[in-house]
């Protein structure tokens, strides 16, 4: 009974995600939800008190998902940082080029409530983001850069940004535009820079 019970909470976490990435966090109903887990409402309360939590728990297993798919990508890396850099950068213009993808859905869910800073999916949104940050600063930190810290930061802002423009103009030469910038990033934290530039102090 108990593995069954597991297994429906997880189907309605699958069936939950598809529905959030497709059409919206807000706009996906209960009822829809339920529709597509093959379950009754009320069975779906069952698992979960609120859409609030069912929006957690999906975000939750999406974290974990996401951070080992990261993880198998890093590990694999071998060379220098340019070529980490490249190989990040190949894995999000594959992962763009597929016919359903409409961006992070950790960045979608941030703006979709944005007006609630203490969602739990602004919530899931800061933890992700922060720790595939800390996991990329481990990756770079171990090539002996000036400041892995900062260069982690700039290259995320990258990321989002080309995200952000590629879903907007459906054209992934802003992936291929953020890969050139990264490149020069790395170029210049391998080097020590000038004295009168120094990068902005992090909060």
């Known amino acids: 009974m108990r593995r069954k019970s597991s297994e429906t909470r997880q189907q309605i976490i699958d069936a939950a995600y598809t529905l959030f990435y ?5 706009r996906t109903g209960v009822d829809a939800i339920a529709d597509a887990s093959g ?13 609030d939590e069912l929006i957690e728990a999906v975000l939750e297993h999406q974290h974990q998902m996401a951070l080992e798919r990261t993880r ?21 213009a594959q992962w763009a080029s597929r016919n359903e993808w409409q961006g992070s859905g950790f960045t979608r869910a941030a703006v979709e409530f944005a007006d609630q800073q203490g969602h ?11 720790e595939l940050e800390l996991y990329l600063v ?22 989002e940004g080309c995200q ?33 530039v120094h990068p902005p102090q992090q909060s």
């Open 72 to 92: 198998q990508w890093a590990d694999s890396i071998t060379g220098k940082p340019d070529q980490m850099v490249k190989t990040l950068f190949d894995k999000l």
């Open 138 to 159: 481990e990756k770079f930190t171990a090539q002996n850069l000036d400041n892995a810290e900062q260069l982690v930061r700039e290259v995320l802002l990258l990321i």
């Open 164 to 196: 952000s423009l590629t879903l907007i103009h459906g054209n992934l030469d802003y992936v291929d535009s953020a890969r050139h910038a990264a490149l020069i990033l790395v170029q210049n934290y391998q080097s020590t820079p000038p004295e009168n």
């Open 120 to 130: 739990p999916a602004r919530k899931a949104a800061r933890r992700h983001k922060k």
């Open 39 to 51: 379950i009754t409402k009320r069975t779906l309360y069952q698992h979960f008190r609120s859409k």
């Open 22 to 26: 497709q059409i919206g966090f807000i």
